[in-house]
């Protein structure tokens, strides 16, 4: 079975400020799907991005970005320029083909951009 | 965009109560979820449904049953309510395989 580690429970950081949120999972897998989702505190969750693990390429998507590292098991997320819509709670999930699109998440983190 | 609509935000019942909580999406997609999410353990599947009366356990279902007599309605069911139900449940869709999920907006669910 798959597992997902968020270990940061909560994070702050300074508006116009980079933080990096960490995400660790174990799989036996060699081809699965990693997601970090975003739930603000309206409560709807927002997909942020998604990496396909036989893609070597970091994902990106405007001021979010991955690092995708396959071997250590390894998927943060980095948030640019950081705004004070961002603060949410972040998951990382991880999904196996083949497995009906079920979902593992992580513990999620709190984010919290200070003005 | 995707639409899916939780029949509920807020919900309180008593134990032993048998209770619904309808989720419905308005894109025709194949597959429909449902998560219970609890501080410190992110989200955990109870079950999932890949078409129409079809059905899969999740990580938790015990407690928990589904119906899924339209494409579109995926119900989640708490048979015989009890306090250890009570949770954020959060329904779920995607069109098929490696698609991303689509969110509800939540039902806090209180048993008393």
């Known amino acids: 079975a798959q597992t997902v580690t968020q270990s940061q429970p909560e994070m702050s950081v300074q508006e116009a400020e980079t933080v990096t949120l960490s995400c660790t999972y174990d799989?036996?897998?060699?081809?699965?799907?990693l997601f970090w989702y975003k739930q603000p505190p309206s409560r709807q969750m927002i997909l942020v991005i998604r990496?396909?693990?036989?893609?070597?390429q970091n994902a990106t998507e405007n001021r979010f970005s991955v690092n995708f590292q396959k071997a250590a098991k390894s998927f943060s997320l980095k948030i640019s320029d950081s705004q004070l819509g961002d603060t949410a709670m972040y998951f990382c999930?991880?999904?196996?083909?083949?497995?009906?699109?079920?979902?593992?998440f992580g513990e999620g983190t709190q984010l919290t951009v200070n003005p | 965009d995707v639409k899916v609509t939780q029949s509920s935000r807020y919900l309180v019942k008593r134990t032993g109560e048998k209770v619904f909580l309808e989720c419905v999406q308005d894109?025709?997609?194949?597959?429909m979820f449902w998560y219970r999410q609890d501080p410190g353990l992110g989200l955990r599947l109870i079950y999932f449904?890949?078409?129409?009366?079809?059905?899969e356990k999740g990580d938790i279902p015990e407690g928990y049953s589904v119906s899924r007599e339209k494409k579109e309605r995926f119900s989640l069911i708490l048979e015989s309510a009890s306090t250890n139900q009570t949770s954020m449940y959060l329904c779920?869709?995607?069109?098929?395989?490696?698609?991303?999920?689509?969110f509800g907006d939540g039902t806090r669910l209180s048993i008393l």
């Open positions: 779920a869709s995607n069109l098929w395989g490696d698609q991303p999920q689509h």
């Open positions: 799989t036996s897998e060699n081809n699965y799907y």
């Open positions: 894109m025709d997609h194949e597959n």
């Open positions: 449904s890949y078409d129409v009366k079809m059905k």
């Open positions: 990496q396909e693990a036989y893609k070597q």
């Open positions: 999930a991880f999904m196996k083909p083949g497995s009906g699109s079920r979902l593992t």
